[in-house]
């Protein structure tokens, strides 16, 4: 199972000093955590696209670039890049870049976006959003799979005689992430594909991620995939934790109480208890980590998002300590007692790299165009 | 037989209350007759709800209290919905609550026999009933009983309101009753009922 670290990357002043960091110490600071997270024994840095303020990572593969450059064993990954408003060849384009780059450790999580004013800054509209999921990442994975692409679709300027550059590494393309938080079409369209599916479990209480979830694994099995149980699911979390947990609450609540995304709303208690929100001591957060199993199954990535609500750049880097101290090594042991033996990892290069190997010999480009043109 | 009150009334006793336990005491029986039994009535009061009717909309979801309150909308024959007049129109409570259970099931009120009623301190602002209310509930799809009642702190000392409160509940009761021999709207559910993604696919396909 892979954990790791899942990055908004908002720019929120802190409450408890009222300073804003500059849009530069942000982007310093989402690089230090990626980094970090690497140095305390985490796979994944996933970082968040959007495009406007008060956010600041508008060019996801700049960042992730960057940051293989300067990792050896992290995963690179988005959450979520956006299918809807980004052109499906420039996405094609630079994770194909970024997979050479990074020597292969990179996957991508696909998500609409819901923010309506952005739709049409980039030429959109966001009624068109489930449809503009569905046809842009058709043509996408047609991209990474077929060497030349004739195409032509409803949104987008058709295609003669393309070919999208670099060529994903090793002819395999980076594994996709379908995030969605309440769209039953896009578990739909992650079994279709036989892709992952991530619910980012932030807000929502547990009965909705689970039946995302479920649906997402029925659909999986009926498209042939594999069993339900052998779906890729992913789940995120978010957690604040001291070594005590009165000193957790203590600390996190005036973050809490104004937090764009939490203030004003429940109380930290109501939150917590009907939302994965967890904040108190590393055993509090393993057990409530450990519960999402009972109600998504058997999963094979969870992201935690720990750098919220305003926190400081310091602050969080010491969550990530604890979280590869005290945490993740036992979450690690938890979850792999009584994983059913059928219950894969979640895909890497490495390993559909090795799959593709055994699947199709050396024929495996020539037959992968043919069906990914019959679909089409 | 299940008929829902929503009461917007805030204080306690509020005449909010009053008119709707007046409009619920002539349908439930009126909507189960000649039965002995009147229909099952259950008052929301969303003065108990205003938090949770809050946090809603700050949240993305509902909380646990105001959940089971849609679900008993939902599974509702009837409902009769009474808010005090703030500043000309129905209070920011009312809306909110239906703004929320629209959020949560767009289909909530969709086909159901709906009695509007409002309370205020003069007859000035009788027509809130048909500039406010009735036009929300024909947005929600809701049938909206002919008759509404509007009570002003007057109409509690004099003739004509328990006539009206007569025919309207009698109205909603009719209803109720023509509903409940129909067949039952099938709730939709997203979950159960997903389009197979060959189908999407195709609709974006180019014609020719």
């Known amino acids: 199972m892979q954990f790791g670290i899942f990055s908004v990357g908002d720019v929120t002043p802190d409450p408890t000093t009222g300073r804003t960091p500059t849009e530069r110490e942000r982007i310093k600071a989402m690089v230090a955590i990626a980094l970090k997270a690497e140095e305390a024994g985490l796979d994944v840095f996933a970082t968040g696209e959007h495009h406007n303020p008060p956010f600041v990572p508008s060019s996801p593969t700049t960042m992730l670039g960057y940051v293989a450059a300067r990792t050896e064993r992290l995963i690179l990954s988005t959450a979520t890049t956006l299918i809807t408003t980004n052109d499906p060849v420039k996405i094609a384009e630079d994770f194909a870049m970024l997979q050479h780059l990074a020597d292969g450790r990179v996957d991508l999580m696909m998500g609409r976006g819901n923010t309506g004013p952005v739709y049409p800054w980039f030429g959109q509209d966001i009624r068109q959003g489930i449809n503009l999921a569905v046809e842009n990442y058709a043509l996408l994975h047609r991209l990474w799979r077929e060497d030349v692409v004739d195409w032509e679709g409803r949104f987008r300027t058709p295609l003669q005689g393309f070919t999208a550059t670099p060529r994903p590494l090793d002819g395999v393309p980076p594994f996709v992430w379908h995030g969605s938080i309440r769209s039953p079409e896009i578990a739909e369209q992650a079994a279709y594909y036989g892709d992952g599916f991530f619910h980012n479990n932030i807000f929502w209480p547990a009965d909705h991620t689970k039946r995302m979830v479920e649906l997402y694994r029925a659909r999986y099995a009926h498209y042939g995939h594999g069993t339900p149980e052998q779906a890729i699911v992913g789940l995120g979390g978010q957690v604040f934790m001291r070594k005590n947990s009165q000193d957790a609450v203590r600390e996190f609540r005036p973050y809490f109480d104004v937090a764009p995304v939490y203030g004003h709303g429940p109380s930290l208690e109501e939150f917590t208890e009907q939302t994965p929100l967890t904040v108190g001591s590393p055993q509090q957060v393993i057990e409530k980590t450990l519960s999402f199993r009972d109600y998504a199954g058997d999963y094979q990535r969870q992201l935690f998002l720990l750098d919220h609500a305003g926190l400081p750049l310091k602050t969080v880097l010491e969550q990530i300590d604890l979280l590869g101290e005290e945490v993740v090594p036992v979450l690690r042991e938890e979850f792999a007692r009584n994983r059913p033996a059928g219950v894969p990892d979640a895909p890497t290069h490495g390993s559909l790299l090795a799959a593709a190997g055994q699947r199709d010999g050396g024929q495996k480009d020539a037959r992968d165009s043919k069906r990914e043109g019959a679909r089409a | ?208």
């Open chain 2, 1 to 208: 037989m299940r008929l829902i009150v929503v009461s917007a009334g805030l204080s306690v006793p509020s005449s909010t209350r009053l008119l709707a336990d007046r409009l619920a005491a002539v349908a439930a029986p009126a909507a189960t007759a000649p039965e002995p039994a009147p229909a099952d009535v259950r008052v929301l009061e969303l003065r108990d709800l205003a938090v949770e009717i809050a946090h809603t909309f700050t949240n993305g979801f509902a909380g646990r209290a105001l959940s089971e309150a849609f679900e008993a909308v939902s599974g509702a024959d009837g409902l009769i919905v009474v808010t005090p007049v703030f500043s000309g129109s129905y209070s920011g409570l009312f809306k909110s609550f239906f703004d929320a259970l629209g959020v949560t099931d767009p289909d909530a009120l969709a086909g159901k026999p709906v009695l509007i009623a409002a309370a205020g301190g003069t007859a000035r602002h009788s027509l809130v009933l048909d500039h406010a209310l009735r036009p929300l509930f024909s947005y929600l799809r809701a049938v909206v009983v002919p008759t509404g009642v509007y009570a002003a702190s007057e109409d509690w000392g004099a003739e004509g309101l328990d006539g009206r409160v007569e025919r309207a509940g009698k109205e909603l009761a009719a209803l109720m009753a023509g509903q409940s021999t129909a067949r039952p709207l099938p709730r939709r559910d997203t979950f159960e009922e997903v389009t197979p993604f060959e189908e999407r696919l195709a609709a974006l396909r180019p014609a020719g």
